[in-house]
C-alpha cells in the first residue's frame, strides 16, 4: 500500500488595527535607514542627505531640519550613541555631532 501525503491549505486573515498617523515627504529621497536615539528620529536618504526629526509625540513628526554630508558624499546607514552619529557613505564614514538636532 503507497501513502500518499495529503496537504490542506487554508485561507486564514487577520484583522489588522494599524493606521498612518502622521507623514511627511521628506527632500531625502531614496531612504537607506533610520535610527531613533530618544526622542530623535535620523533618516538618511541617498539622494538629499540625512533629515532629523523630533519624536518625543510619537504620533506626531515634528521634522527639524535636513543636513546635507557635503563633497557629493551620499549617506547609507546612521547609528547614534550619545550625541554623535556615525554616518556610512559612498566615500567613507561620518561624524556627526547631534547634541543640538535643530543644527547639526
Known amino acids: 500500500m503507497k501513502f500518499i ?3 490542506i491549505f487554508t485561507s486564514i486573515s487577520f484583522a489588522l ?4 498617523l502622521d507623514y ?9 535607514d533610520a535610527e531613533i536615539i530618544d526622542d530623535l528620529l535620523i ?7 540625512i ?11 515634528n521634522h527639524l531640519t535636513s543636513f546635507n554630508l557635503g563633497g557629493g558624499s ?4 546612521v547609528k547614534a550613541y550619545g550625541n554623535y552619529a556615525y554616518i ?8 556627526v555631532n547631534i547634541s543640538n538636532p535643530s543644527n547639526p
Request: with cysteine; hydrophobic share 35%; proline share 9%.
Open 17 to 20: 488595527n494599524l493606521s498612518i
Open 51 to 61: 533629515e532629523f526629526y523630533d519624536i518625543s509625540n510619537p504620533e506626531l513628526l
Open 88 to 95: 556610512t557613505s559612498n566615500q567613507g564614514v561620518a561624524i
Open 24 to 32: 511627511d515627504n521628506p527632500s531625502a529621497t531614496h531612504i537607506l
Open 74 to 77: 551620499k549617506p547609507n546607514c
Open 5 to 7: 501525503p495529503l496537504i
Open 43 to 49: 533618516v538618511t536618504g541617498m539622494i538629499g542627505g
